[in-house]
């Protein structure tokens, strides 16, 4: 399968980030296209995963319709209108499939990633092992790793242009983007959270944590970005779980995990993938997508 590692349009390029490249198509909407790179550790990687972009744009539209009674979220509002633009470029390049490209409302975006954990792992791991607490939160003494936490926590981080985003606390979240909006930003986050982990849970599916981004349009605050995909959340077989361990996982912990245990000091460059662990993510993420979306919507790419 050819992989797009990078979009050439003939639109305006608004900005090309770790995974997705956005385009000026008029002065209402963007175009995104989710290419099929792989970010870790929040360095870019050379090698690109097949299919993957097409996976997350489809996750992403199953669950921002799904989520819809939440939030808003910046589909627009007819979207038929764009097919023929969208066909039209995806025609023009090898690897873009019109399932890599969305066409989006502008927002005025939020400068904070908002962060849920249901579970502790990964920085929250870390974090609670050295002091107790995640994002000044304080959590009960003795949780084992991959513990489920008593209630889902609001942790939010900062965005990076360059470098790692880092956890801050929800004053620090208040400095950034005033108190009012960061409640309200908790309040959505966690009700996302909540109907996303329960839905997923039955179909066997734990949603360990996950991030959202939100901002605004027409005065509302809004869903942007992608929506509880395996590159913005860790999601755990719930026949398998176990905590005390790290766990197997349908998403991109697969090549965190090899990073690693190769030494990658997380710093660019980084290392080329091996095709073993290229295909055992590709065929994670099509897994959590086939089994998230089931009936509901066709899982072919």
Known sequence: MTTLSQSH??????????????????????????????????????????????????????????LAAISKNHLPVDPSRFHDVVRTLAAKQPGLTEDHVDVVRTADVFPIECVVRGYITGSGWKDYQKTGSVCG???????????????????????????????????QAANLVGR???????????????????????????????????????????????????D???????????????????????????LLEIGWDKTPPAPALPANIVESTEAAYREILARLTKQEEAVSL
């Not at 913005?232 to 998403?251: I, K, L, T």
Request: with cysteine; aromatic share 8%; proline share 6%.
């Open 9 to 66: 349009l003939d639109l305006p390029l608004v900005r090309r980030g770790k995974v997705r490249d956005i385009y000026e198509l008029d002065a209402q909407h963007l175009l995104i296209v989710t290419s099929d790179r792989l970010s870790a550790f929040d360095v870019v990687l050379p090698t690109a995963i097949p299919g993957k972009g097409a996976v997350l744009t489809k996750l992403t539209r199953f669950w921002m319709k799904k």
């Open 137 to 171: 939160q304080r959590l009960p003494a003795g949780l084992r790793q991959c513990a489920k936490l008593p209630e889902p926590l609001f942790t939010p981080s900062t965005k990076a242009v360059k470098g790692h985003d880092e956890n801050i606390t929800a004053e």
């Open 232 to 258: 913005s959340s860790r999601f755990w077989p719930a026949d398998r779980y176990e905590p005390g361990h790290d766990q197997p996982s349908f998403d991109k912990q697969i090549v965190r995990n090899y």
């Open 180 to 230: 009012n909006a960061t409640w309200q930003l908790a309040e959505k986050s966690l009700a996302l959270y909540a109907a996303g982990r329960d839905f997923a849970l039955a179909r066997g599916i734990i949603i360990a944590d996950t991030k959202f981004e939100f901002g605004v349009i027409d005065g509302d605050i809004c869903l942007v970005d992608e929506v509880l995909t395996p």
